[in-house]
């Protein structure tokens, strides 16, 4: 099967905007294809400030959020920064019941996002 993507990307200014094309981020293939972009991305040094764009997902797997951490692992050590918008309620419960909402930020929609990396 030919590697497709499964990411929306968009620049705003020094910002990545990333979005999906899909809900549900739950299969190991869908995952394996999303973190390599997703981590070809931050191997571009103009692609260090990144919004994760959650208004589409409304279900990922535990792998999911392991691909989350080490992506946002990777980002600091390179000086970069990751923060999520748009997450459903719901879905954001996962991450405050993992304790991963004390990890990451998140932001009620893309322009606060970007505003916030634009600094």
Known sequence: M???????????????????????????????????????????PNSRRIV??????????????????????KLDELGGKMVISGIDPRLYRVFKVTNLQSIFEFFENNSAAVAALSD
């Open 2 to 44: 030919a590697d497709e993507s499964h990411l929306i990307i968009s620049r705003q200014g020094p910002v990545t905007i990333v979005g999906f094309d899909e809900s549900v981020i739950l299969d190991t293939y869908h995952i394996d294809q999303v973190s390599k972009q997703l981590f070809g991305l931050i191997d571009d």
């Open 52 to 73: 994760l764009d959650f208004a589409t997902i409304k279900m990922l797997s535990s792998q999911t959020l392991g691909v989350l951490i080490k992506m946002k692992r």
